[in-house]
């Protein structure tokens, strides 16, 4: 079955230094998502993402946060300038044809850690 | 936004007991309610779901109401098994935006 993959699985990071996190979504499908996890709290959602540009967005996701599809099969995550409390599990997921017509599938997640 | 709330935040049941798991939300234009279970080190696996247009859903030992005028559905386990404790999320979409639970823990004794 196809799934969705993420790396890396673990990323240590210094305070103030910028992060790339990567996804490659299913193939086929159409719209891309981030959440994040604080660990041991409930998953958080960061932004959506059709049509090579931003559908939704929480308001976690400032102005430090960017998202990008450079190319037919990566999503990327891009924290600009990271900060103690952006440690978290961030997992990517994708749809087939938004998410009330076909649901969520989700990677096993980058853990980042900032020191 | 959307708000959902769960409860409880940790469930122990003996197994082969009933499991219920219990959310509201606040948008009523929020129309299709997934169900993950996400297991330790992994990300959150789709279990079941119910659009705005049914009560009711089943799948073998998993089933899901829904009250719309009320803004409750449910997660309902039967004849639990140690390998379905994990932390189950309830979720609420709307648009593009899909919101989750603060999980429940789910402990199925032996």
């Known amino acids: 079955e196809p799934e969705v993959t993420q790396t890396p699985s673990h990323q240590v990071t210094q305070m103030g230094q910028e992060v790339i996190l990567r996804c490659v979504p299913i193939?086929?499908?159409?719209?891309f998502y981030w959440y994040r996890q604080i660990l041991g709290q409930k998953v958080e959602f960061l932004v959506s993402?059709?049509?090579?540009?931003?559908?939704?967005k929480s308001e976690i996701f400032d102005d430090q946060f960017s998202v990008e599809r450079p190319d037919g099969s990566n999503f990327t995550l891009k924290i600009r300038s990271t900060k103690l409390e952006d440690s978290a599990m961030y997992f990517c997921?994708?749809?087939?044809?938004?998410?009330?017509?076909?649901?969520?599938?989700f990677g096993n997640g980058t853990r980042l850690t900032v020191t | 936004g959307e708000n959902v709330e769960q409860h409880p935040s940790t469930l122990s049941v003996q197994e082969g007991d009933s499991a219920v798991i219990k959310c509201t939300y606040s948008d009523s234009a929020s129309n299709y309610f997934p169900w993950y279970k996400q297991e330790l080190g992994k990300g959150p696996q789709l279990i079941i779901d119910?659009?705005?247009?049914?009560g009711e859903k089943k799948d073998q030992r998993i089933a899901v109401t829904l009250n719309k005028t009320a803004k409750h559905f449910s997660l309902h386990i039967t004849e639990t098994q140690p390998e379905d404790s994990a932390v189950y999320f309830c979720?609420?979409?709307?648009?593009?935006?899909?919101?989750f639970g603060a999980g429940t823990r789910l402990t199925v004794k032996p």
């Open positions: 979720a609420a979409h709307n648009n593009n935006d899909m919101r």
């Open positions: 119910i659009r705005s247009n049914v």
């Open positions: 193939s086929n499908h159409l719209y």
């Open positions: 997921a994708s749809s087939g044809q938004g998410a009330y017509n076909s649901p969520l599938h």
């Open positions: 993402f059709y049509n090579n540009e931003i559908s939704e």
